[in-house]
Every structure is written in C-alpha cells, then in structure tokens.
C-alpha cells in the first residue's frame, strides 16, 4: 500500500513538473489530448468542477482513490487504483498545480514512485464564451515499469479509453437535476 504522508516525501519520477499547464508538451513521452461535451451554462460547469476536483468524476469511472484531502490542491498525495482484486494496479501521484477561475477548474499530478508510468495528467472543465462546458485532459506519460514496458501500445490505448470514460462520468455526475 503507498503512504500518502510522512516525513520522507517521494519526489516526482519525472523532471518536467507542471509541463501540463502549457504547450507543447515534452518531448519522449507519449501525449494523450482529449475532450468532451459535458453540457451548457455555468450549472453544470460548477458541478462538473465540483465533482472533478474532490475525485467524484474518478471515482464514478471505477478508480479506486485515497488521497488525504477533500478539494484537491498543490502536493496533495493521491493513490488511484484501477481493476479489480490481485490485478488492481495502484497508481501514487502529487497534485502538482490547481486553478479555480470562473470559465476554468481543475488539477494536474504527476507520478511518483511506483506508479506505473511516468509523466503527468491534467484534467480540467472549460466553461465557452457561448456557455458550452468542456471537460479536456492533457497527459505525456511513458512506462516505468515492466508490464507497462511489456504492454506497448495498449497502455496509450487503455489511456485513450479511461479519458473518454472520465468524460462520460463527468457528464452524468454534471447533468441538470
């Protein structure tokens, strides 16, 4: 099981810390962009990030998360773990950056030891200047481990397919009452 806290903290197993918040992205990882229609007007934009940024939409897609704070923000530990019994994989992350403004909510983490790939995630709702509400990842990431090495493609594949499947959550959870 991964600590969340303590005293010796884990670094991030990657050097570009943050590279999510801007482009392009690094160079030798695999990038991953991918968006989704949640809706329209600033309802569903409030409760798509609500539900975004305390881990709902995770949660509501299958994962598996610890993590030690409710509101995500900066150097909060998360462990978010996908499938089931002894073929869960945990995945330790930090929170490496967080916005909350009114057209833009969300967070990015980035890996650390023991997760099985290396790079960075962000996840963020968009609110349009004509009241379309997107929810958009941005990721580069590349194996760290055997199995993610041994899988090859089907890891940006299985990548491709939790985005879309967030997206989704995200939807419902958002979705006028």
Same mark, same amino acid.
Do not use: K, N
């Given at each position: 099981?991964?600590r969340?806290s303590g005293a010796?903290?884990?670094?991030?197993?990657?050097?570009? &810390?943050?590279?999510?918040?801007?482009?392009?992205?690094p160079e030798r990882? %695999? %990038?991953? &962009?991918h968006r989704?229609?949640?809706? @329209? #007007? &600033?309802?569903?934009?409030?409760?798509?990030?609500?539900?975004?940024?305390t881990?709902?939409? %995770?949660?509501?897609a #299958?994962a598996?998360v610890? !993590?030690? %704070?409710?509101?995500?923000?900066p150097?909060?530990?998360?462990?978010?773990?996908?499938?089931?019994?002894?073929?869960?994989? =945990?995945?330790?992350c930090?929170?490496?950056?967080?916005?909350y403004?009114?057209a833009?909510?969300? *967070?990015a983490?980035?890996?650390l030891a023991?997760?099985? =790939?290396?790079g960075?995630?962000? *996840?963020?709702?968009?609110?349009?200047?004509?009241?379309s509400?997107?929810?958009?990842?941005?990721?580069?990431s590349r194996?760290?481990?055997?199995?993610?090495?041994?899988?090859g493609?089907?890891?940006?594949? *299985?990548? @491709? !397919?939790?985005? @879309?499947?967030? #997206?989704?959550?995200l939807?419902?959870?958002?979705a006028?009452?």
């Amino acid at each position: 099981m991964t600590r969340l806290s303590g005293a010796a903290r884990p670094a991030l197993t990657y050097p570009e &810390r943050g590279a999510t918040a801007s482009l392009p992205l690094p160079e030798r990882y %695999h %990038h991953l &962009r991918h968006r989704t229609r949640l809706g @329209r #007007g &600033r309802a569903v934009f409030e409760a798509a990030g609500a539900a975004l940024t305390t881990f709902g939409a %995770h949660r509501a897609a #299958g994962a598996a998360v610890r !993590c030690g %704070h409710g509101a995500v923000r900066p150097g909060s530990r998360v462990a978010v773990g996908l499938g089931w019994g002894p073929l869960r994989i =945990e995945a330790p992350c930090e929170v490496v950056w967080t916005v909350y403004e009114p057209a833009r909510t969300g *967070f990015a983490y980035g890996t650390l030891a023991g997760h099985p =790939e290396e790079g960075e995630e962000s *996840f963020l709702v968009l609110l349009d200047r004509d009241g379309s509400v997107w929810f958009e990842v941005t990721a580069f990431s590349r194996p760290a481990r055997w199995y993610t090495r041994a899988a090859g493609p089907l890891v940006p594949l *299985f990548q @491709r !397919c939790y985005a @879309r499947r967030l #997206g989704r959550a995200l939807r419902r959870l958002a979705a006028p009452a």
